[in-house]
């Protein structure tokens, strides 16, 4: 009797499907097509896209949103190299995703054969995880390695090349290790280590002027309601970055944003929970140097690294919150309504700053203030509004102003600072959530840099609001650059056409609209809602404008 067989392509879907994939992003190649193939008998859905960095973001995207590990699958040569830097990003971003890229028959092996490249060893400095799958026996075996991998620490991304024979090849099916699902890796939260935990306890009862910090990882952990309960039982102000956002909705009275700097100056005692002392956080010296401070984190060599710490915790940062608060009930006594004068200052701080702003945020002008754009956008955002932000000063003025409603809908590229993320973010985050609304806000030179995909938005159905902040420039450079060698030579390598981007959504099939006047902004994010489509509309901004953190070259110091 014959053997049931099966092929290397069926074998990756039944590996992704194990891992609960629902969704794979690529862009096609002969040497990947048997696991679109596999796919069609899985039950996963294939979503092509134009460029491959895009099917990368999304992988990236799709992990954030969902909490699964996200999947892109790109053909040898040129589509694994074009989704590089998708993987990067989520490198940077510690999200889990799984690249797979074609590479020529091992048959083959470095006989130059069509699209033949070193893929893996392009990879491993960005990846947890980067291998070639040496046989068709061991095709799922290897990408359920790949998986266990992303979770290693903080997450982030594995990949896998598949040599074409070894894709192709069909082997009996008993001799193939098909790891079955939920029995292949393990759950890698981590409890810290108790001692530290108790110190914390200790550290809370005694403080008089707490902050936290919400880095992404309160949402990589899912850790918003743990959270909760830590600010509102130890009555501690929070501020929040990254995926963190929204972890504490707007108006909570433990909600900070505009005092974080007063407020890490003048804290005796600093939390910093699932973010890096990298350049958003000035390396760590924008911390008091007499506070002390606390970090907790997945990762042990992010732990003290570029500042010294009081005390550092390596885990799962919602077992860890809740330890801590449990461990400080206890003995805090009457310390954290004591640190209600300590709120009181904040919050005045707060206040000042916002009321300083306001006016820009009603302005009339034309060309319009992007303060007045940035403002509309978080007015019109929904609790149900995930709001993703890619450009560059555009989006510095959206991270002042906006303020996701819910936790999990915020998603900016992350430290990597990777231009053209939105689109795929967008394609990710609707796909995942059709019961979401998606608004993205774009610079226009971000989103020409991955536009093309809009067809891709339009072809799959997935409505969304896309908004570019237009000011013909690549302004975040143009301000330094200016700054340095004079108006004229500042305009150089910076300055994009006047491009109506509202018509190029209309001519992909989408929705789309221009607007010069401020007060047309709402009616026409309105419309855009209402239209059902993916859609783009094209504010005019100052292009003469800058956001403070652009102008203080933040990011460079
Ligand atoms: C892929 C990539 N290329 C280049 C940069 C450098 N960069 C940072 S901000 C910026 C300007 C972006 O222009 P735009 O999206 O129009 O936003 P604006 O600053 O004009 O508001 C550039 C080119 C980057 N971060 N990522
Ligand atoms: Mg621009």
Request: some cysteine; overall charge negative.
């Amino acid at each position: 009797m014959m053997s049931e067989t099966i092929s290397g392509g069926h074998l990756v879907a039944k590996a992704l499907k194990a891992e609960g994939v629902e969704v794979i992003y690529t862009l096609c190649g002969g040497h990947i097509i048997d696991i679109y193939d596999g796919c069609v008998d899985e039950g996963i859905e294939v979503i092509d896209v134009r460029h491959e960095q895009v099917a990368a973001h999304a992988a990236d995207g799709y992990a954030r949103i969902t909490g699964k590990p996200g999947c892109a699958v790109v053909t040898a040569g040129p589509g694994t190299t074009d989704a590089v830097t998708g993987v990067a990003n989520a490198f940077r971003a510690e999200s889990p995703m799984l690249l797979i890229g074609g590479q020529g028959a091992l048959s083959q092996h470095k006989m130059g054969s069509l699209q033949d490249l070193p893929h893996v060893d392009m990879m491993t400095p960005i990846t947890k995880f980067a291998a070639t799958v040496p046989s068709t026996e061991r095709v799922a075996d290897i990408v359920s390695m790949a998986f266990r991998e992303c979770y290693h620490g903080a997450p982030g991304p594995s990949f896998l090349e598949i040599p074409r024979d070894v894709l192709d090849a069909k082997v009996p099916l008993e001799k193939a290790r098909i790891p079955e699902a939920g029995r292949y890796r393990a759950s890698t939260r981590q409890a810290g280590d108790p001692e530290a935990i108790e110190r914390l306890a200790d550290l809370l009862a005694h403080a008089e002027k707490p902050a936290i910090l919400l880095g992404s990882q309160v949402w990589t952990c899912r850790a918003t309601d743990a959270a909760i309960d830590f600010v509102r039982a130890l009555n501690v102000p929070a501020y929040m970055n990254g995926s963190g956002r929204g972890t504490l909705p707007p108006g909570d009275p433990h909600h900070f944003q505009l005092s974080r700097r007063y407020a890490f100056t003048e804290a005796d005692l600093i939390i910093i929970v699932g973010t890096p002392f990298d350049f958003r956080m000035g390396y760590g010296k924008r911390l008091s140097p007499t506070a002390t401070v606390v970090q907790i984190d997945l990762d042990y060599r992010t732990v003290g690294k570029n500042r010294d710490i009081d005390l550092g915790i390596v885990g799962d940062a919602g077992l860890i919150l809740s330890a801590a608060a449990q461990a400080a009930s206890g003995r805090i006594g009457d310390a954290a309504a004591k640190r209600k004068s300590w709120l009181d200052e904040l919050r005045a701080v707060e206040t000042q700053a916002y009321e300083k702003r306001l006016p820009r945020q009603f302005s009339d002008a034309q060309p319009i203030d992007p303060y007045r754009l940035v403002h509309e956008i978080n007015e019109f955002l929904t609790e149900d509004t995930i709001y993703i932000g890619d450009g560059g000063d555009i989006v510095t003025f959206s991270g002042q102003v906006v303020q996701p409603k819910s936790p999990g809908h915020w998603m900016d590229p992350g430290p990597l600072g990777t231009l053209g993320v939105g689109m795929a973010f967008a394609m990710a985050a609707k796909q995942a959530r059709r019961d979401k609304e998606v608004l993205c806000l774009f610079g226009d030179g971000a989103f020409s840099l991955t536009g093309w995909d809009f067809e891709t938005m339009v072809r799959f159905d997935l409505p969304f609001i896309g908004v570019v902040g237009n000011n013909s420039s690549m302004n975040q450079i143009r301000y330094g650059q200016a700054a340095k060698y004079g108006e004229e030579r500042g305009r150089v390598g910076n300055t994009l056409g006047d491009i109506r981007y509202g018509d190029f959504a209309k001519l992909l099939g989408g929705y789309g609209e221009e607007v010069r006047d401020p007060a047309e902004i709402r009616p026409a994010l309105e419309r855009a809602r209402q239209s059902g489509k993916p859609s783009l509309i094209n504010v005019w901004v100052d292009p003469e404008v800058y956001a403070p953190g652009t102008m203080n070259q933040t990011m460079y110091k």
